[in-house]
């Protein structure tokens, strides 16, 4: 999230109608959600730093956050752990349900976005072999740049619970596979003009598709926003 949504309590409150009471669930519930954020802002450094490694073509920062996987994984199933837990201690129902599960659906697509950043940055490896691959190709960098600016917007709705800008963020995604399929007929038509490095436009275009699946998690934790806001499923995206 961006600094300023960082140390600001949570806007999230439970005081909707639930259905499980008790004051040790609502805790449990809000110690879930304050986990979900800090596993959040991890996710987006490592992608900030896997974005930028790709963009200036600094292998060393790329192994870094390749590094990071077992620790960000810890936290990935401590998180499902502590969801199981409270689902077990206090079986929930109804609305009180669909939150504890909203945090398992968000938690996925946060594990999500960790593997995509790895993705993105053992590609950086592979282009360094061949040293014309930096810098890399303007379209593609402007898909990194859209694809980080909707996880931005998404994880800064969710711990804002602003429902407005995670509709922004489900509005752009359109958008976003338009600059895909773009980028991608462009590198088609590198590897026709110059089939000899057909090795870096592969990648390229591998690591297009890896953007673009950043920008549906960053989407879809955008819905979960929306839905536990108004009680209303966006409609899904194809």
């Known amino acids: 999230m961006h600094e300023e949504s960082r140390g600001v309590a949570s806007p999230w409150t439970w005081?909707?109608?639930?259905?499980?009471?008790?004051?040790?669930?609502?805790?449990?519930?809000?110690?879930?959600?304050?986990?979900?954020?800090?596993?959040?802002?991890?996710?987006?450094?490592?992608?900030?730093?896997?974005?930028?490694?790709?963009?200036?073509?600094?292998?060393?920062?790329?192994?870094?956050?390749?590094?990071?996987?077992?620790?960000?994984?810890?936290?990935?199933?401590?998180?499902?752990?502590?969801?199981?837990?409270?689902?077990?201690?206090?079986?929930?129902?109804?609305?009180?349900?669909?939150?504890?599960?909203?945090?398992?659906?968000?938690?996925?697509?946060?594990?999500?976005?960790?593997?995509?950043?790895?993705h993105v940055a053992k590609r950086v490896g592979k282009l360094a072999e061949d040293p014309r691959s930096f810098p890399i190709p303007q379209p593609l960098e402007a898909l990194a740049s859209e694809a980080l600016d909707q996880v931005h917007l998404g994880l800064d709705a969710l711990a804002r619970a602003d429902v407005a800008l995670a509709q922004r963020v489900i509005a752009a995604d359109g958008a976003v596979d338009r600059l895909y399929r773009s980028v991608v007929a462009g590198l088609k038509r590198d590897i026709v003009e110059d089939p000899a490095r057909v090795d870096p436009w592969l990648r390229f275009i591998s690591t297009a598709r890896n953007l673009e699946r950043v920008a549906d998690h960053a989407g879809r934790i955008a819905e979960v926003v929306v839905y536990l806001k108004e009680g209303t499923a966006p409609g899904r995206r194809p």
């Open 15 to 118: 005081d909707e109608p639930r259905t499980s009471v008790g004051r040790h669930f609502l805790r449990d519930l809000e110690g879930l959600w304050a986990d979900v954020l800090r596993l959040a802002a991890i996710v987006e450094e490592d992608l900030e730093r896997s974005i930028r490694a790709l963009c200036d073509g600094e292998v060393a920062l790329a192994d870094e956050i390749r590094g990071r996987k077992p620790a960000v994984q810890a936290w990935e199933e401590t998180l499902e752990r502590e969801c199981v837990r409270v689902l077990a201690l206090h079986q929930p129902v109804a609305s009180d349900l669909r939150r504890v599960a909203a945090v398992l659906k968000i938690n996925g697509d946060l594990e999500r976005l960790g593997d995509l950043a790895r």
